[in-house]
């Protein structure tokens, strides 16, 4: 089994920051891609940026200039640096990897989320 823990989140004034950070553990062979997508009340959730297991990233058009993703391969872990904070940032926000376990099958996995509210 595979968990997937987030971190970092809370409630900030707009124009502030928070790192988000999110931590695989179990039976992980290797972690291709990682991302970490939010869901604000009565809206879809939506993708926010996603880095691949080579370092590769994107970010949607909306948080261009402001979030940056990254990884840390060793720790199986991917963060979220968030920077010029808006209150529509508002949402909760999901890690997701697709993790390869020791039987070289890949599983699609989820955090329980993490808040982060940001204030006007």
């Known amino acids: 089994q595979v968990q997937l823990v987030e971190s970092g989140g809370g409630l900030v004034q707009a124009g502030g920051s928070l790192r988000l950070s999110c931590a695989a553990s179990g039976n992980i062979f290797s972690i291709n891609a990682m991302d970490w997508y939010r869901q604000a009340p009565g809206r879809q959730r939506e993708l926010v940026a996603g880095i691949t297991g080579g370092g ?65």
């Open 56 to 120: 590769s990233t994107s970010n949607a058009d909306s948080v261009k200039g402001r979030f940056t993703i990254s990884r840390d391969n060793a720790k199986n872990t991917v963060y979220l640096q968030m920077n010029s904070l808006k209150p529509e940032d508002t949402a909760v926000y999901y890690c997701h990897a697709n993790v390869i376990v020791p039987t070289n099958h890949e599983y699609s996995y989820w955090g329980q989320g993490t808040q982060v509210t940001v204030s006007s």
